[in-house]
């Protein structure tokens, strides 16, 4: 069975109400082509933009969540939070939490169960740092980073999960990992997903390259045999840009 190519916009900290509202309606007004196709507005714009996206098949997803169901936790939001307010996905363990917030492999993977618990499905992230990559670690850091972040994810879930490929050098940096390069993590990470598995639902779980993609390169990325669309950062803020990027994956 052939993967539905997945293309999701991370807005990251990016976007007021009345920004992200016109953004999503520039979106609408345009035809979508037959990729699935995600944005992860800021918490405060979800509900929002969830009421703008009611009828449409674009699909709502949160940048982030807390690993309890409730309780005293202040400035956390949960899964059933985000499913309430009409999120599909949630994103987990982006390098910038990693990095800039502390988030562990071992956090992730609590948010990661979470997130399916609560009714979502997860985009983990995974990626290696220039001085990982140069030392030649990033297999085994991406390899470490995605069994920590499926520790709580039965085979039975396993395609409510989406694994994002993101070399943090590549970042919000200009600088693509070439196709290759990815294409080449890709498919360490789809036999990984094999071993856990099994074949079959490693060939149907869908992964996704991140970092620098944009109108000029995404083509190329994701006609690589492993990847199956992108999570986009920059390039996802303005509509034209996020467009080309969701054509060239359809
Ligand atoms: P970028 O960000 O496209 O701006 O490099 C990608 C991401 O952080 O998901």
């Not at 918490?43 to 969830?50: E, K, M, N, Q």
């Not at 992964?207 to 990325?221: D, F, H, I, M, R």
């Not at 950062?233 to 303005?238: E, M, T, W, Y």
């Amino acid at each position: 069975m052939a993967r539905v190519k997945f293309v999701c916009g991370n807005w990251k900290m990016h976007k007021t109400l009345g920004e992200a509202v016109a953004l999503v309606d520039g979106l609408l007004a345009s035809p979508i082509p037959h990729v699935e196709v995600g944005i992860a507005p800021p918490f405060t714009a979800l509900h929002a933009v969830s009421k703008r996206l009611a009828g449409s098949k674009l699909v709502l997803a949160a940048q982030n969540l807390h690993f309890e169901a409730e309780g005293a936790y202040t400035g956390e939001v949960s899964a059933a939070m985000l499913a309430d307010v009409g999120c599909r996905y949630a994103i987990v363990g982006h390098s910038e939490r990693r990095q800039l917030f502390g988030e562990t492999d071992a956090g992730c993977g609590k948010k990661v169960g979470a997130a399916l618990r609560g009714g979502l499905r997860a985009i983990l992230c995974v990626g290696e740092t220039l001085a990982e990559r140069e030392a030649q670690r990033t297999l085994e850091v991406v390899g470490r980073q995605l069994e920590a972040g499926l520790a709580e994810v039965e085979a039975g879930r396993a395609l409510d999960v989406v694994v994002a490929y993101e070399p943090v050098w590549a970042i919000g940096t200009g600088k693509t990992a070439t196709p290759a390069q990815a294409q080449e993590v890709h498919a360490f990470l789809r036999g990984r997903l094999a071993a856990r598995f099994g074949a079959e639902l490693a060939s149907q779980l869908r992964l996704q390259y991140g970092g620098s993609v944009k109108p000029g390169n995404a083509a190329e990325l994701f006609s690589q045999p492993d990847i199956d669309g992108g999570l986009i950062g920059g390039a996802a803020l303005d509509v034209p840009s996020f467009l080309a990027i969701c054509k060239a994956a359809g």
